[in-house]
């Protein structure tokens, strides 16, 4: 079974930091591109990072300077390190795992349940 398992949120202070993971099981993420994508409520999802298969990073303006992507293929996992948090990153963040470096969600095939991050005070 193909799946994507997100983890790492919770509730954290502004300009705190969190790192969420992407694990990947049933298929290695070696040869595809993995986006984080966030849902706030009442928001549509949008785009934050992607990584390509050769760590070609790309960053929505929002978070740039303040995320960072990465990947480690041999644990099969990509991480988003995210540092110097808003309340305005509150959202549910997602990982998608697809064959087109784009922050679009569309060419995106699989995708994890998400993990809820809460930046408050």
């Known amino acids: 079974q193909l799946q994507l398992v997100e983890s790492g949120g919770g509730l954290v202070q502004p300009g705190g930091s969190l790192r969420l993971s992407c694990a990947a099981s049933g298929f290695t993420l070696d040869d595809y591109v993995i986006g984080w994508f966030r849902q706030a409520p009442g928001k549509e999802r949008e785009g934050v990072s992607c990584i390509s298969s050769n760590s070609l990073t790309y960053y929505t303006v929002s978070v740039k300077g303040r995320f960072t992507i990465s990947r480690d293929n041999a644990k099969n996992t990509v991480y988003l390190q995210m540092n110097s948090l808003k309340p305005e990153d509150t959202a549910v963040y997602y990982c998608?795992?697809?064959?087109?470096?784009?922050?679009?969600?569309?060419?995106?095939?699989?995708w994890g349940q998400g993990t809820q991050v809460t930046v408050s005070s």
């Open positions: 998608a795992a697809g064959m087109v470096v784009t922050t679009n969600e569309r060419p995106y095939e699989f």
